[in-house]
């Protein structure tokens, strides 16, 4: 829609003469009266039809005066619509028909008060037309309130398809413009009360132009500092708040979709960067698709072959000295072994212990262990195991080849380790990984591209992603 210089919303004096005072108070009663005028009129519609007949022609009389009253609250109705367009904030074009029809109306309603009495088959034709003009009238409310085609049926095939689902998700990749999930985003979520139809708080975000124009108040976005866009403050708001967006009846932004935006904005707010040039990472990026294809993201990390169950001395063996070891599901052998509560001095003889079970162990947590070379070589033996967690356990590059031997990892934590990508690298016959999670070590984020190319399965997550802290909030999210 192109705009012209004498349009409402682009006219400053207009917007200047109606945006305060006692005036633009009075134009934010429409809403509430707005609905007096819609029942008395199809109660009028109802009586007028049925008076017709002679068994309720003693509805005529009540029926004077409802529309007497429907004519009244039709006109104040439309008087306070009329000041309320004035605020700007609406598309011209459905106002200007909104304007008209509801004139019409207000019209329509003073005429069948008037012939109500006088002309029975005037009175007929009159009634139609006031309900004609009542629903389209109401139809373009319900449009300008909530967007361009609020009231309008969905086609068959989308029945019972979910609220925004209409608008196809993008999938997010590296090569992906960083604007293209944002704008996807806005078409879902964010379009019918701030697109071509509707823009509450005279705030468009449908194209980069609009969305870099602000709204009422100003700015929206401010480049590389979230905490500072009106857009992302109000988006975290508590959804009880009234400047929540979008508004707690309306389809909300998932968590995924709140990081990307908030993410999109902290890394410059660019149009036309891709997600590799502003280096957002692996884990974000899944989230991002598993959230908006409605779909979660998960991983089994199970092998398909069928083994023994561990004997149970073993097991008891191991849980004397601290060992955590649980089914990786219901009727599986396979164990998900956890190191949390073993004594330092106990880790040793808990390694010899656990090489007896290396086939039945698949997923092992040994995390804020301080590892030694001697354990490493135990850990090597585990050559069933699809998920190792080593977060905080001290590791650096020489003590990486000692996982060469992990053929089967799918599944790799090494947070907070000081390990460079060198030391990765060294994990390059592990082909089957499907998540690495890097962040808080020595890999910086222009390894990133090399380690792909070894690990092309992989999802390489070097984390650092922070949520802006806002006053409303009580918590900090770290994604």
């Given amino acids: 829609m192109n705009w012209s210089e004498n349009d409402t919303l682009h006219n400053p004096a207009t917007q200047a003469s109606m945006d305060y ?9 429409h809403p509430l009266l707005v609905h007096l005028p819609i029942g008395m009129l199809i109660i009028a519609i109802l009586f007028g039809f049925m008076s017709l007949k002679e068994n309720y022609s003693y509805l005529k009389g009540a029926n004077h005066i409802v529309l007497f009253l429907a004519a009244i609250s039709a006109t104040l109705s439309a008087f306070t619509g009329w000041i309320l367009s004035q605020s700007g904030g609406y598309a011209n074009e459905l106002i200007d028909w909104h304007r008209w029809m509801g004139i019409g109306l207000v019209v329509i309603s003073w005429v069948a008060f008037f012939v109500h009495a006088r002309n029975e088959k005037a009175f007929k034709m009159v009634l139609i037309v006031s309900g004609l003009l009542l629903v ?47 704008a996807n985003i806005v078409d879902r979520k964010c379009k019918s009360c701030h697109g071509p139809g509707s823009q509450k708080g005279k705030l468009r975000l449908d194209s980069p132009e609009e969305m870099l124009k602000g709204g009422k108040h100003g700015e929206v976005i401010v480049a590389s500092l979230p905490e500072e866009s009106h857009l992302i403050e109000n988006i975290l708001l508590p959804i009880d708040n009234d400047d ?14 709140v990081a990307i935006l908030v993410q999109w904005v902290a890394t410059g707010a660019s149009f036309d960067k891709t997600v590799e040039e502003l280096a957002w990472s692996d884990s974000l990026i899944m ?52 190191f949390l509560h073993v004594p330092y001095q106990y880790m040793t003889e808990a390694f010899q212990l656990l090489t007896s079970m290396n086939k039945q162990c698949v997923w092992l947590d040994l995390t804020g262990k301080a590892l030694q070379p001697e354990h490493l070589e135990y850990l090597g033996k585990m050559q069933n195991l699809t998920k190792l967690s080593l977060k905080e356990c001290g590791l650096n590059d020489s003590l990486m080849s000692k996982l060469q031997s992990l053929s089967r990892l799918e599944y ?15 994990l390059q016959g592990n082909a089957g990984l499907q998540q690495l999670f890097l962040f808080q070590t020595e890999v910086q984020p222009t390894d990133t591209a ?25 918590s900090k999210i770290i994604y």
Wanted: avoid cysteine; charge should be negative; aromatic fraction near 8%.
């Fill in 21 to 29: 005072g006692i005036v633009s108070f009075i134009g934010k009663f």
């Fill in 136 to 182: 389209v009238t109401g139809h373009l409310g319900g449009s300008i309130t909530h967007g361009d085609g609020f009231l309008t049926p969905p086609p068959l095939s989308e029945w019972f398809v979910k609220e925004g689902a209409a608008v196809p998700p993008i999938v997010l990749t590296k090569e992906t413009l960083g604007y293209e999930a944002i």
């Fill in 244 to 257: 929540h967006m979008p508004p707690k009846e309306k389809s909300q932004l998932s968590k995924a979709e």
């Fill in 287 to 338: 989230a991002y698709n598993a959230a908006t294809s409605n779909k979660q993201a998960s991983y089994t990390y199970i092998p398909q072959d069928k083994v023994q169950p561990v004997e149970a001395a073993l097991v008891t063996r191991l849980d004397t000295l601290g060992v955590s070891i649980v089914p990786v599901s219901d009727g599986s052998h396979y164990l998900n072994v956890n």
């Fill in 412 to 426: 790799l934590n090494l947070v907070n380790n000081p390990v460079t990508a060198d030391g990765i690298k060294t």
């Fill in 450 to 474: 090399a380690l792909r190319g070894i690990f092309e399965k992989a999802l390489i997550d070097l984390g650092g992603y922070e949520m802006p802290l806002i006053e409303a909030d009580t």
